[in-house]
T-cell receptor, first 112, second 116 residues
Framework: GNSVTQMEGPVTLSEEAFLTINCTYT??????LFWYVQYPGEGLQLLLKATKADDKGSNKGFEATYRKETTSFHLEKGSVQVSDSAVYFCAAGGTSYGKLTFGQGTILTVHP | DAGVIQSPRHEVTEMGQEVTLRCKPISGHNSLFWYRQTMMRGLELLIY????????DSGMPEDRFSAKMPNASFSTLKIQPSEPRDSAVYFCASSFVVAGGNYEQYFGPGTRLTVT
C-alpha cells in the first residue's frame, strides 16, 4: 500500500519567516496528493491538493508541487503568520474507495 | 451544507460503560471513515465504509470496538466495554468517490472521549 513520510517536527518559526514542510510518498502508480491542516480543537481541513505530476496546489498563501521524479509534495509558504500555527498533514490517495494514507503530522508554531 | 456532523462533542464515561459515537456524513457522499487520534499514536484509521458496506475494519483495535452504517446518512462507532486507554479524539470523515476521481475527505469536528 501507499506510505507517506513527513519531516519531523515540531517546527518553530518567527512571523514572516519562510516555511517548508517536507513530504515524500511511496505508491503504486500516481496517487492524488493532499495537505490538510488541523487547528487546535478542530478536525482536519483540506488545505490544498494536486492530482497529477507537476500540478501545483495553492491556498491561503500555501503552495505544494507534485514532483513525480522525487516522489515529493513539499508544503511552502513565503511569509507565515501566527494564525498559521497548527498541525499539518500530508496525505496520498488514489484507491477505489477514497482511502487516504496520512503522514504523521508536523506541528508548526509561529511566534510574533 | 452543514458539513460532517458528530455527536456528542465530548463524552466522559467510566471504565466498563458502553460508549456510542455518532456521525452524519455530508449528503451525497458515499464513503465514510472513522479515525482515532492520540498524542502517542497520532491519527489512526479504524474502519471505512463505501455505499454503507464495511470495506476494511483491520484498524479496529479490539473486539470491543464495532461500527455500523445502517443508511447513507448515519454511522455509529460503539465501544463496549470502554477502557481508559480508549481515551482519544474520534473523527468521522466522508468523501464522494467516483471511478477516476479525486477523493478528498471532509472531516467532522471530532468527539473527545475520556474514560475514567
Amino acid at each position: 500500500g501507499n506510505s507517506v513520510t513527513q519531516m519531523e517536527g515540531p517546527v518553530t518559526l518567527s512571523e514572516e519567516a519562510f516555511l517548508t514542510i517536507n513530504c515524500t510518498y511511496t505508491a503504486t502508480g500516481y496517487p492524488s496528493l493532499f495537505w490538510y491542516v488541523q487547528y487546535p480543537g478542530e478536525g482536519l481541513q483540506l488545505l490544498l491538493k494536486a492530482t497529477k505530476a507537476d500540478d501545483k496546489g495553492s491556498n491561503k498563501g500555501f503552495e505544494a508541487t507534485y514532483r513525480k521524479e522525487t516522489t515529493s509534495f513539499h508544503l511552502e509558504k513565503g511569509s507565515v503568520q501566527v494564525s498559521d500555527s497548527a498541525v499539518y498533514f500530508c496525505a496520498a490517495g488514489g484507491t477505489s474507495y477514497g482511502k487516504l494514507t496520512f503522514g504523521q503530522g508536523t506541528i508548526l508554531t509561529v511566534h510574533p | 451544507d452543514a458539513g460532517v456532523i458528530q455527536s456528542p462533542r465530548h463524552e466522559v464515561t467510566e471504565m466498563g460503560q458502553e460508549v456510542t459515537l455518532r456521525c452524519k456524513p455530508i449528503s451525497g457522499h458515499n464513503s465514510l471513515f472513522w479515525y482515532r487520534q492520540t498524542m502517542m499514536r497520532g491519527l489512526e484509521l479504524l474502519i471505512y465504509f463505501n455505499n454503507n458496506v464495511p470495506i476494511d475494519d483491520s484498524g479496529m483495535p479490539e473486539d470491543r470496538f464495532s461500527a455500523k452504517m445502517p443508511n447513507a446518512s448515519f454511522s455509529t462507532l460503539k465501544i463496549q466495554p470502554s477502557e481508559p486507554r480508549d481515551s482519544a479524539v474520534y473523527f468521522c470523515a466522508s468523501s464522494f468517490v467516483v471511478a477516476g476521481g479525486n477523493y478528498e475527505q471532509y472531516f467532522g469536528p471530532g468527539t473527545r472521549l475520556t474514560v475514567t
